[in-house]
């Protein structure tokens, strides 16, 4: 797709459609807003047209066009069952005419001779393409086979394809009905599609399954790397029972459609015991919901394995190594916080240590660490958590999230008193982190005090070891690092072609990291309230690599791409 978007846009230059000045302004908004491609930027823009698109491809390949709206969506059923939609989903095509033994189909790229020459071996007739706008294909897929593309023992074969290798053992809160269930025959299919759907999520690495009824039908994505990836979804008609198996597993009430519920399943997958947080919301066509998969071997790496150079490394044992203070862990939602605390205790646990967290979920349950599940509802707070705590004579404490002022003050007086206390904060970057303490009206002889060090995170995606490939950074890239040809040549720039192994060029996700430990200096920004640029200035100047740095650092080794770097550090300087 990237290829024929390309070929569309030298089309539109050679047409004078767009000029330079026009294609400037749309990589530029393609980067700004993380968009897909240059062309969605167009589009976007107001520059093109889908139906432009499809005219300019149209005078291009000498080919007709077709308008699915015009049309009004009635095309024969017996021309539209003339192709699976299993097979008109892959290749982006719609049957739209026989006539004289000659099957007309829909597709957006004129380009795509293997679609052409397949539909005609399994057809066995003569087929001719008409060029339509992806768009308007894609619509029609999901208007024609969205709800009626076979059995639900069709589509589960289909599954156990590419899962015959896994076994499945699940445990639950609910087991007794969960059991009882499967005594239903007609139960017994949807039981069995929502233990593939779940292991198959497994086994491309998704951290989050999304389950979201749509108008016309029912959408399944994966989230993989980082990255939603919608899968071959069931018949709309499904949608409802695999909803209601995924609540009992979760042992929710089945009857509540009108408000949120949260719960929880434990399964046994390859050998490998998973929790799964699920979350359900009501949304219009029906109940979102929403499955974290929660892989206690990700917790468990050793420091290196989080994607630490040595420099950093040395620095966060250097942190490990302290025997009281406060060290704080920064970054948004979803940027690997928990696992790097989680990392952190695992290196720290040792028999002659009494490690206590109080976490809001407890997400993982570690073996040798004592975990207090806030309970809000009952009373029972990070500051209620936190005091009591205290008097349990620990050496190591972790604080799931400083929320507020009076939280902080305890965790400060933890500090103080001889314990090592970890935590997290929501803001963009370490230095901020100083003064969003400040903000909470926290006083700033006491952060300067206890605070010991402070790290901010996001994760970048690793390149695929098996497809990637050197790159060569263009000029515009080149201005927006703010690096040198001479830095590219001593570089390693690497990006991934995609293959069987990855699918799109990356394999698994790695930290990028600012850290810096307080030293006299900061300490007196710190009394002196400085603003978080002024402190983020000192630590610079003592060694630490902000985050746009370091992942710079790591695409430079061939360990991410340039594309990564500008996704993840967009106004880091």
């Known amino acids: 797709m990237v290829g024929q978007d390309d070929f569309i846009i030298d089309l539109m230059l050679a047409r004078g459609l767009i000029n330079e000045d026009i294609l400037n302004q749309a990589k530029e908004k393609q980067h700004d807003e993380s968009l897909e491609s240059v062309l969605e930027a167009l589009q976007q823009m107001k520059v093109v047209r889908d139906s432009d698109i499809t005219q300019l491809l149209a005078a291009e390949y000498g080919m007709d066009t077709y308008d699915f709206e015009s049309a009004k969506q009635n095309i024969p059923e017996e021309v539209i069952n003339l192709i699976p939609g299993k097979i008109a989903k892959r290749y982006e095509v719609v049957p739209i005419s026989l006539s004289s033994g000659t099957l007309r189909i829909a597709m957006a790229d004129p380009a795509d001779i293997e679609s052409l020459d397949v539909i005609r ?87 989050d399954i999304h389950l979201e009824p749509m108008e016309k039908r029912f959408r399944i994505r994966y989230r993989i790397d980082g990255v939603l ?47 799964l947080r699920v979350s359900d919301i009501p949304i219009t066509h029906g109940e979102s919901i929403v499955m974290r998969i929660l ?14 150079l040595e420099d950093d490394q040395e620095i966060i044992y250097k942190i490990l190594n302290f025997p009281d203070g406060i060290f704080l862990v920064t970054g948004p939602t979803g940027s690997g916080k928990t696992t790097s605390l989680y990392s952190f205790l695992h290196t720290l646990n040792q028999p002659t240590r009494k490690i206590i967290t109080a976490e809001d979920p407890v997400e993982y349950e570690l073996s040798g660490i004592n975990q207090v599940q806030i309970a809000s509802d009952i009373g029972l707070t990070f500051v209620t958590a936190l005091r009591a705590m205290l008097r349990q004579a620990p050496n190591i404490i972790m604080v799931g999230e400083i929320r507020d002022s009076e939280t902080g003050e305890i965790a400060i007086n933890a500090a103080l008193t001889g314990h090592l206390v970890f935590s997290t904060l929501h803001t963009n970057d370490a230095p901020s982190a100083i003064t969003r303490l400040i903000d909470m009206k926290i006083k700033p002889f006491l952060i300067a005090s206890s605070l010991r060090a402070v790290m901010a995170q996001r994760l970048v ?27 590219v040549k001593k570089s390693n ?20 990291y600012e850290i810096f ?38 695409a430079a080794m061939g360990i991410t791409t340039i594309q990564e770097v500008m996704r993840l550090t967009v106004g880091a300087n």
Do not use: W
């Open 121 to 207: 071996h399994l057809m066995k007739m003569d087929v001719e393409g008409v060029i339509a706008s992806r768009k308007q294909i894609h619509r029609a897929l999901d208007f024609y086979y969205g709800s009626e593309d076979g059995t639900v023992d069709q589509f589960l074969s289909d599954m156990t394809e590419v899962t015959t290798d896994i076994t499945i053992g699940t445990t639950s809160d609910v087991t007794t009905e969960v059991d009882s269930q499967s005594d239903d025959d007609d139960a017994a299919p949807i039981i069995r599609f929502v233990s593939l759907m779940i292991i198959e999520a497994f086994r491309t690495r998704s951290s």
């Open 229 to 275: 990836n919608e899968v071959e979804s069931p018949p709309k008609y499904m949608q409802n029972k695999i909803l209601s198996r995924v609540k009992l597993m979760a042992g929710m009430d089945l009857s509540e459609h009108r408000i949120p519920q949260d719960g929880r399943i434990r399964i046994t997958a390859m050998g490998r015991e998973l929790d």
């Open 493 to 512: 720039f690497m990006k991934g072609a995609g293959c069987t192994e990855c699918k799109k060029g990356y394999k698994g996700r790695m930290g990028i």
């Open 295 to 308: 892989d206690k071997s990700g917790v468990m790496l050793g420091i290196s394995e989080l994607g630490f």
């Open 517 to 554: 430990i307080l030293d006299e200096s900061i300490e007196e920004l710190i009394y002196g309230r400085a603003d978080a640029s002024v402190i983020g200035r000192r630590a610079r100047e003592l060694g630490m690599h902000t985050l746009r740095q370091d992942a710079l650092r790591k």
């Open 461 to 487: 995606r690793r390149l695929c070891k098996q497809c990637k490939a050197p790159y060569e950074l263009s000029e515009i890239e080149m201005e927006q690092l703010e690096i040198t040809p001479e830095y």
